[in-house]
């Protein structure tokens, strides 16, 4: 009886070493490459790191431990770089996130609702065209809507002059999208303007956004129970009544993660806005990634680079934690519900 | 029937909004009316969306170099002279085709199958362990999701950058940072910053939290009872690991591969930061190469059939494996 229990203890005793086991080959690779560099950021965040440090890295004799310098200087604009303001960037950061989920989560769910329509002719194939926009690589899409949105070229300004002529004003349409800096639209959003280049986005991103949120939408439509609508409309309701009632609702718990996961590829959409506008005109479109990434690459003050990146990691954890929470409560909801 | 009529007077946008959205007609078919406009409405959004798309193909088709002064959308010939000229040399560079193919589908193979083999096993740990330290384990795997792969590329390239292989004035190779030459200085042999090597190790910094994620919101939807059954049966945790729970997860093991896939596939931020030598080149960076500094300068035609190549394999995997990608997505957002 005894040895029994013994041996039992034993295994247990393994049993619980297991899990470590398991874990230790991901440890040992995110030690090296992942842990051991955030640490390493966050120490450099502290110096004066520059590109005649890269040989010896923290054993240079010329580096020098600066501090909060770093970061003082950050958000304080007193980095020698023209028209950078953190707040400003920081600002337009949430509001190009914000903007952009709150437009393509609505239209993704309408177009969805009407891809459902029953007796719709042709609704495969456009089931399958609407998801091309999702397929296309960043930089594709970019060069194409840079293009629509050129000067004297483009596509938009003809579409426009278009519109221009049948009001009775021939004139050719040169609207400069990428390099005008003065805001269309006065004090829209107090403390980072909103120019041109910014509408450009939006529009264009918007060709790129619904399209995911529309799949989305489609996937949760098709799990609505049918008998919901059938007993709704026996009760007398309409199809409006239904569709606020019925669909949104249910809709609701498939679509905050889908807008939460939403919210933060835009916030962080590096590749498009790089290639779209570079941050410009005057980095009024100007995300924090895009900063990072000019402050390596081509600025090459990796301790600023490093305070800039511990920066914005603090800002992902805060919206982490917002959005966390909001998908919490969805869940909650649909458990009640 | 009094609801028919109230909305005969509405205008059509409140039409449109308070048509019957269950896809449940209870049989009756769509009145002809409503199918047109309804046809119209769809056409207009397959018009928007296939806008840019024929643009770019229409481009590629193209056999002049210059950019359009008008709009094209059908191509008025069908030349295969820029595909050509870029599948024969893709850049100013001495590169072949074949090699950028090759840079970057062993990057994101590589990348992805690395991540993939790790992190399933610690997925399975967070999700059927019960562990002293499971929560702050997880939340230390979590940590890193939340840095943007920018953010991640300083001390990742100022680490890798540390790693050269030099050979030194008296012949002998070192390794730095284990050994320098004697006069501190020597002729650069391997830099492991500006190599598929050190660019691979980055990004899978990055995939690797991501990969470990998205597998144990789906481990956790697996059902145990099949995993009782086994132990019972007398499996060990090792025998139902590799028999049972990776059987199971051969689908969402197959999206999160795929997902990582594309995004490695399109990766540019981390390949232009770290990689000099064109040889090393991948196809998305070569893209980025030649849209260039001024748009007048851009051969167009090979551009766009550059892209549709870069687009194309992105494209058929998303489109074969839509419903599960999206679904993989979801069920890791949620329990994310």
């Not at chain 2, 769809?42 to 193909?57: D, R």
């Not at chain 2, 083999?117 to 362990?129: G, I, K």
């Not at chain 2, 789906?218 to 059954?229: C, G, Q, R, V």
Request: proline share 6%; hydrophobic share 50%.
């Amino acid at each position: 009886m005894a040895v029994a229990k013994s041996t039992q203890k034993a295994r247990k005793k393994r049993q619980s070493n297991l899990p470590y086991l398991y874990l230790l080959p991901a440890f040992l690779i995110m030690g090296v490459i992942t842990f051991y560099p955030l640490i390493y950021q966050v120490i450099i965040s502290f110096t004066n790191f520059e590109s005649k440090h890269l040989l010896l890295g923290l054993k240079s004799p010329e580096l020098e431990f600066i501090g909060f310098k770093n970061y003082i200087d950050i958000f304080t604009a007193a980095l020698p770089v023209e028209n950078f303001n953190f707040f400003r960037v920081l600002e337009f950061n949430f509001w190009w996130a914000l903007s952009n989920v709150f437009l393509h989560v609505p239209a993704g769910v309408l177009i969805a609702t009407l891809l459902n329509t029953e007796g719709l002719w042709l609704k495969r194939i456009y089931r399958a065209a609407y998801i091309l926009p999702v397929v296309v690589p960043p930089l594709v899409v970019a060069t194409v809507w840079t293009n629509i949105f050129d000067e004297r070229y483009g596509a938009m300004n003809q579409l426009l002059a278009m519109i221009g002529g049948f009001f009775g004003n021939p004139d050719p349409v040169y609207i400069r999208w990428f390099e005008d800096v003065k805001p269309p639209i006065p004090g829209f959003l107090p403390g980072a303007p909103l120019t041109l280049a910014y509408y450009a986005m939006m529009i264009a991103n918007f060709w790129l956004g619904w399209p995911f949120m529309s799949v989305v939408a489609t996937g949760a439509l098709q799990s609505i129970p049918k008998d919901l609508y059938e007993a709704a409309s026996i009760d007398g309701a309409t199809g409006n009544q239904q569709f606020w009632n019925i669909t949104v609702p249910l809709l609701r718990p498939a679509m905050i993660p889908a807008a939460v996961y939403g919210f933060t590829l835009s916030f962080n959409l590096f590749n498009f806005v790089f290639f779209m506008t570079g941050g410009g005109p005057a980095r009024s479109t100007e995300l924090l990634v895009t900063f990072a990434y000019n402050l390596v690459r081509n600025l090459r003050w990796y301790g600023v680079a490093a305070a800039f990146a511990v920066i914005i990691f603090i800002v992902a954890l805060i919206v982490f934690l917002i959005t966390n929470r909001i998908t919490r409560a969805t869940q909650n909801y649909q458990e009640a519900g | 029937m009094a609801t028919m009529t109230s909305e005969k007077n509405k205008n059509p946008i409140i039409r449109f909004l308070n048509m019957n959205t269950s896809g449940q007609t209870s049989g009756r078919s769509l009145p002809l009316w409503r199918q047109i406009l309804l046809q119209v409405i769809c056409l207009a959004i397959l018009a928007s969306v296939m806008f840019p798309i024929m643009y770019i193909v229409t481009l590629s088709f193209s056999s002049k170099t210059t950019r359009p002064s008008q709009l094209e959308l059908i191509p008025k010939e069908i030349s295969f002279v820029a595909y050509q000229q870029v599948l024969d040399k893709p850049t100013g560079n001495p590169v072949t085709f074949n090699q950028l193919l090759k840079n970057s589908f062993v990057l994101s193979m590589g990348v992805g199958v690395v991540a993939l083999m790790v992190a399933v096993s610690a997925a399975y740990a967070f999700s059927r362990f019960k562990f002293k330290l499971r929560e702050i384990l997880m939340v230390l795997v979590f940590i890193p999701l939340l840095m943007p792969a920018v953010g991640l590329s300083t001390p990742l390239y100022l680490l890798l950058n540390q790693v050269q292989v030099k050979q030194c004035a008296d012949k002998s190779i070192v390794i730095q940072p284990i050994a320098t030459c004697e006069d501190g200085k020597g002729k650069l042999q391997f830099n492991l910053r500006d190599s598929l090597w050190g660019v691979g190790i980055a990004m899978t910094a990055t995939a690797l939290p991501f990969a470990v994620w998205n597998l144990k919101g789906y481990l956790d939807t697996i059902p145990k009872e099949l995993e009782e059954a086994a132990a019972i049966d007398g499996a060990n945790v090792n025998q139902t690991f590799w028999q049972i729970v990776i059987p199971l997860a051969m689908p969402q093991l197959a999206v999160t591969f795929f997902l990582g896939f594309i995004g490695h596939w399109q990766e540019f931020v981390l390949t232009w930061l770290f990689l000099s030598q064109p040889e090393d080149y991948t196809l998305a960076m070569t893209l980025y190469n030649m849209t260039g500094q001024y748009a007048n300068s851009v051969p167009w035609n090979r551009f766009a059939a550059m892209a549709v190549i870069v687009a194309l394999p992105v494209a058929v995997v998303y489109i074969a494996l839509q419903r599960q990608i999206v679904g993989g997505l979801t069920t890791g957002s949620v329990k994310g």
